[in-house]
């Protein structure tokens, strides 16, 4: 029943920026504490970005600085800014939710020298 959508990917320059957005369908949503993961081509899924229900963030030391994730709970959305990007930051991007494990279907930042 609960569904999450991913948006605003695309191709940017290096040094650029983006903003992710993530669509949680649901009741609880304000309940759980959100995550946004990333994987390129051929490495493994990893942590980017944290956000509890009470608003207590935590990132990747190699995005730290440079991306902010926020959540807006009377929309039911999560934000991921991405700034000052770099060519190693090209990975798909997912949102998750902590409680039942519930993924996106990512959304892809490509980002070009």
């Known amino acids: 029943q609960v569904q999450l959508v991913e948006s605003g990917g695309g191709l940017v320059q290096a040094g650029g920026s983006l903003r992710l957005s993530c669509a949680a369908s649901?009741?609880?949503?304000?309940?759980?504490?959100m995550d946004w993961y990333r994987q390129a081509p051929g490495k493994q899924r990893e942590l980017v970005a944290s956000?509890?229900?009470?608003?207590?963030?935590n990132y990747a030391d190699s995005v730290k600085g440079r991306f902010t994730i926020s959540r807006d709970n009377a929309k039911k959305m999560v934000y991921l800014q991405l700034n000052s990007l770099k060519p190693e930051d090209t990975a798909d991007y997912y949102c998750?939710?902590?409680?039942?494990?519930?993924w996106g279907q990512g959304t892809q930042v490509t980002v070009s020298s």
């Open positions: 998750h939710r902590r409680t039942g494990n519930v």
């Open positions: 649901g009741s609880i949503f304000s309940l759980n504490t």
């Open positions: 956000i509890t229900s009470g608003g207590s963030t």
